[in-house]
């Protein structure tokens, strides 16, 4: 039995409709013996931007100080196993078909969503391998995700909270915030990225009301960027530490909150040393997030030159993210002309993420996701033409590609972006 044919017997078993709840997935561990209860120390991690990024530069850190650490994140890319790291290795597909197989058993037949099973199944795999920390990204929200049946984290991290699932989490900031703080845990040190001032003030809210130290950026550690980097300041820590392997200066302030998580982690004991810390970030890897393609069929028929750079962000903050980055690329020697390859799902807002990368992009070639509800091209174009943002329709990203190159006088940079679903398909086709 293959690991696709499990999972896909495992959606059979999906509510129909997701109702944020607790209650399906605590019966089904407490019938699997709570590994929840079984972990090594936790790191749970929420917010809206920068979740998997933080996961990232923490492991990174730790691992380079020796330490064996699982982690957790969603979606995939490309192939389910990278959900699921343990102790530094993606799980295999024998005991991925194993866990899976074991939760099934135990959930005989209720309704159950995918997430929550297949968090259970993480859950047994982390409880069965010895590791130091687990870094916990949670799914969707926070007070009602699957993951915070994690009732003892040593550290909270919240990082910048924006708009997006608002069918789930209500449409204003300060609801939104509100749900991100549900993992707040009492006595336990809360680590809080670069914020708004609505969600700050509700984090601030909930953390007295459950007695939670607060390690904020701009209070209690701060970061300012320097030419070769930038500089970490708390109170009992100063580093002058390089800019992180990953592009972007929005990544200097996910390497920075993930400096201020692994202080915390140092107060409880973990041994993650300076020099660690620079080595994870100049080593770190997080796919999908402002990555130039180096290789691959697509890398292949662009004309000497050129660049191709991916990106999963699908939000309206992530388009801001990308309008900076275009700016960077504008101003440097010979800059070369920017054009976008887009898809996205129904569920987000294409207008809002497209109107800050409108006037950095000369034009746009909108794209289907396959296998997911995503704006047909013509839909997409729509949206892109509404904030002043030229697009043309097209079947797949290799079509627009060529599509581009018959139209296009090279060299030029691309940047195919809107959705991680889109991201997983072009590294799965791009080698």
Not at 10 to 26: K, V
Not at 95 to 119: K, S
Not at 306 to 333: F, I, K, T, Y
Request: hydrophobic share 45%; with cysteine.
């Amino acid at each position: 039995m293959s690991t696709d044919a499990i999972l896909a017997r495992l959606m059979t078993l999906h509510p129909r409709a997701i109702d944020l709840e607790l209650g399906r997935i605590q019966r089904l561990l407490d019938t699997l013996g709570n590994p929840e209860r079984r972990l090594p120390p936790v790191v749970h991690i929420a917010g809206t931007n920068g979740k998997g990024s933080l996961v990232a530069y923490t492991r990174a850190m730790a691992e380079a100080a020796g330490l064996r650490v699982h982690t957790y994140t969603s979606p995939h890319l490309v192939h389910f196993n990278e959900r699921i790291r343990l102790a530094g290795t993606l799980i295999d597909n024998a005991e991925l078909e194993a866990v899976l197989e074991e939760c099934e058993q135990a959930n005989d037949g209720q309704l159950i969503t995918y997430f929550e099973i297949t968090t259970a199944a993480a859950f047994l795999a982390f409880a069965r391998h010895p590791a130091d920390l687990l870094v916990l990204e949670v799914g969707l929200g926070g007070r009602y995700d699957t993951t915070n049946v994690v009732n003892n984290p040593v550290v909270t991290a919240v990082t910048p909270i924006g708009i997006d699932h608002t069918q789930f989490l209500g449409p204003t900031l300060r609801q939104i915030a509100r749900e991100k703080s549900g993992i707040l845990k009492h006595g336990v040190p809360a680590v809080i990225g670069r914020q708004r001032p609505e969600p700050a003030a509700v984090l601030v809210e909930d953390a007295q009301a459950l007695d939670v130290p607060l390690f904020r950026m701009g209070h209690e550690w701060r970061m300012e960027t320097r030419d070769s980097g930038f500089r970490y300041e708390s109170d009992s820590l100063a580093l002058d530490l390089p800019a992180p392997r990953l592009v972007g200066a929005h990544q200097i302030d996910n390497a920075a909150t993930a400096v201020a998580v692994v202080e915390r982690l140092r107060a409880a004991g973990l041994r993650i040393g300076d020099d660690a810390v620079r080595k994870g970030l100049a080593t770190v890897e997080w796919p999908a997030r402002l990555q130039p393609l180096v290789r691959g069929p697509l890398v292949d028929a662009l004309p000497a030159g050129c660049e191709l750079w991916l990106d999963g962000g699908h939000n309206e903050d992530c388009g801001l993210v990308l309008a900076e980055q275009s700016r960077a690329w504008a101003r440097e020697p010979g800059a070369l002309p920017l054009y976008l390859i887009f898809g996205m799902l129904t569920t987000k807002d294409a207008g809002g993420f497209l109107r800050p990368l409108a006037r950095h992009a000369t034009s746009a070639w909108a794209v289907p996701i396959p296998d997911h509800a995503s704006y047909t091209p013509e839909e997409a174009c729509r949206q892109a033409d509404d904030v002043g943002l030229t697009c043309l329709p097209a079947p797949s990203v290799p079509d627009a590609v060529e599509d581009l190159l018959a139209n296009v006088h090279p060299p030029f940079r691309v940047l195919i972006c809107g959705s991680l679903y889109l991201a997983g398909t072009v590294l799965a086709k791009n080698g």
